[in-house]
């Protein structure tokens, strides 16, 4: 452990040297039992998903000195783990989703276990329902709504491998091993429809951040994806990575990218159409999880365990959740198709700053408006396509945080 500890130092200062400004700098990390895959935090504890060995329970009281104070068996191999309010969630190889009350962190107590059927490889909890990436049989729904007696509500399958799933609003996003992206909606849980997909060798993770989709493929590095038709996605940038993209976070507009032996990837998207690496760290080992926490970046690491990270020059506050504005409306935009002039209408319930974007459907800005701040009430936006050529807009506004965007087609 103390040559580990030296190599990642070194990382540490060399980063430093290149990067004046802005760096990342080893806090402490712990040499875990097993395989470490993922980890969850809620309050001063971490939860360890451990190959091949029990759920692991840390200290993270001093995040310098990580200490192990117990485990716990959820009854096969684990290879993911969600912390949501008093619960705890497991996916596990051949065992499928476990739930577990964390009403006294530090001693979990075993609720219920469903079996997903596969090989569950992670789990997205909303509401009463766990969506789970459970290998070869696609997405499994899972009712939670009794811990205890986790129940089957559907699932969707198809020839391929399940890596990971992201929701946003009305749609499931699937990271999937053998194709690449595929978009299920999820309007009614119990009746699952794919909308949309977009191909890709290896995709081994997916997150989700206002209209874009983060995808790290095995193969073929990391790509943004516009989300603004989630029944067509389509590519606005690429990054060409060492072989070994699996796993993925965001803050803001930075993609945090696990690499294997490559180790830690920080990529900056703040113009979506070219994202480009900004920092990264090696910990000598093979990272394959990634976790967000307090500014900190929590790392799974085969070799090392956990290896936990200062990256507050990269992150916003994560652990928050985006703002959502109720009482936000954006309308369709009228008419549409148009010629030259379309309006929109939209109606926000306090005084908020409002900004007014147009993009290309390959992601590039065609103009910024802001606004201003604008009290309650309904507003109205007009748009004079003048000088452009007839084809696709995005239309975006942001209200205090919130987005919306709409498509619109231009006819000349």
Same mark, same amino acid.
């Given at each position: 452990?103390?040559?580990?500890?030296?190599?990642?130092?070194?990382?540490?200062?060399?980063? +430093?040297?290149?990067?004046?400004?802005?760096?990342?700098?080893?806090?402490?990390?712990?040499?875990?039992?097993?395989?470490?895959?993922? =980890?969850?935090?809620?309050?001063?504890?971490?939860?360890?998903?451990?190959?091949?060995s029990h759920l692991v329970i840390l200290s993270?009281?001093?995040?310098?000195?990580?200490?192990?104070?117990?485990?716990?068996?959820?009854?096969?191999?684990?290879?993911?783990?969600?912390?949501?309010?008093?619960?705890?969630?497991?996916?596990?190889?051949?065992?499928?989703?476990?739930?577990?009350?964390?009403?006294?962190?530090?001693?979990?107590?075993?609720?219920?276990?469903?079996?997903?059927?596969?090989?569950?490889?992670?789990?997205?909890?909303?509401?009463?329902?766990?969506?789970?990436?459970?290998?070869s049989d696609g997405m499994v729904v899972v009712?939670?709504?009794?811990?205890?007696?986790?129940?089957? =509500?559907?699932?969707?399958?198809?020839?391929?491998?399940?890596?990971?799933?992201?929701?946003?609003?009305?749609?499931?996003? &699937?990271?999937?091993?053998?194709?690449?992206?595929?978009?299920?909606?999820? $309007?009614?849980?119990?009746?699952?429809?794919?909308?949309?997909?977009?191909?890709?060798?290896?995709? %081994?993770?997916?997150?989700?951040?206002?209209?874009?989709?983060?995808?790290?493929?095995? %193969?073929?590095?990391?790509?943004?994806?516009?989300?603004?038709?989630?029944?067509?996605?389509?590519?606005?940038?690429?990054?060409?990575?060492?072989?070994?993209?699996?796993?993925? $976070? +965001?803050?803001?507009?930075?993609?945090?990218?696990?690499?294997?032996?490559?180790?830690?990837?920080?990529?900056?998207?703040?113009?979506?159409?070219?994202?480009?690496?900004?920092?990264?760290?090696?910990?000598?080992?093979?990272?394959?999880? =990634?976790?967000?926490?307090?500014?900190? =970046?929590?790392?799974?690491?085969?070799?090392?365990?956990?290896?936990?990270?200062?990256?507050?020059?990269?992150?916003?506050?994560?652990?928050?959740?985006?703002?959502? &504005?109720?009482?936000?409306?954006?309308?369709?935009?009228?008419?549409?198709?148009?010629?030259?002039?379309?309006?929109?209408?939209?109606?926000?319930?306090?005084?908020?700053?409002?900004?007014?974007?147009?993009?290309?459907?390959?992601?590039?800005?065609?103009?910024?408006?802001?606004?201003?701040?604008?009290?309650?009430?309904?507003?109205?936006?007009?748009?004079?396509?003048?000088?452009?050529?007839?084809?696709?807009?995005?239309?975006? +506004?942001?209200?205090?945080?919130?987005?919306?965007?709409?498509?619109?087609?231009?006819?000349?």
């Amino acid at each position: 452990m103390h040559i580990r500890k030296l190599c990642l130092v070194t990382v540490v200062l060399f980063l +430093v040297r290149v990067y004046p400004l802005f760096g990342i700098e080893l806090i402490g990390y712990i040499d875990t039992p097993g395989e470490a895959r993922d =980890v969850a935090c809620t309050g001063d504890y971490a939860y360890v998903a451990s190959a091949y060995s029990h759920l692991v329970i840390l200290s993270i009281s001093d995040p310098a000195n990580p200490t192990e104070i117990g485990s716990i068996n959820p009854g096969a191999s684990t290879k993911g783990v969600t912390v949501l309010g008093d619960y705890l969630y497991t996916s596990n190889w051949i065992g499928g989703l476990s739930v577990m009350s964390i009403s006294d962190p530090a001693n979990p107590q075993f609720m219920g276990t469903y079996d997903t059927g596969d090989d569950a490889q992670s789990a997205v909890i909303r509401g009463n329902y766990a969506y789970v990436a459970d290998g070869s049989d696609g997405m499994v729904v899972v009712s939670i709504e009794d811990p205890a007696n986790p129940s089957l =509500v559907s699932n969707y399958a198809y020839d391929g491998d399940t890596r990971e799933v992201a929701l946003s609003g009305e749609y499931a996003y &699937l990271a999937q091993g053998s194709y690449g992206l595929r978009v299920v909606s999820i $309007a009614d849980p119990a009746d699952l429809t794919e909308v949309g997909s977009f191909e890709t060798s290896r995709g %081994e993770a997916i997150a989700v951040s206002g209209d874009y989709a983060l995808m790290p493929s095995r %193969e073929n590095g990391f790509y943004i994806l516009s989300l603004a038709d989630p029944t067509t996605p389509e590519e606005l940038g690429h990054v060409m990575l060492s072989n070994n993209a699996v796993d993925v $976070a +965001v803050s803001g507009t930075n993609a945090f990218v696990a690499a294997r032996e490559n180790g830690l990837y920080i990529i900056s998207f703040a113009d979506p159409t070219n994202p480009v690496v900004v920092d990264s760290f090696n910990t000598d080992g093979t990272t394959i999880g =990634v976790y967000l926490y307090n500014d900190m =970046v929590f790392l799974s690491d085969y070799t090392n365990g956990v290896v936990i990270l200062d990256a507050s020059d990269y992150t916003n506050t994560p652990e928050q959740e985006p703002p959502v &504005l109720t009482g936000w409306e954006l309308s369709p935009a009228y008419p549409n198709p148009f010629n030259a002039t379309t309006r929109l209408s939209y109606t926000i319930p306090t005084a908020t700053e409002i900004m007014f974007d147009v993009y290309n459907t390959n992601g590039r800005l065609i103009s910024r408006n802001v606004q201003g701040v604008q009290t309650a009430g309904r507003h109205e936006l007009v748009w004079h396509a003048t000088g452009l050529a007839s084809g696709t807009y995005l239309l975006r +506004v942001n209200a205090g945080g919130f987005t919306q965007t709409r498509r619109v087609v231009l006819m000349k």
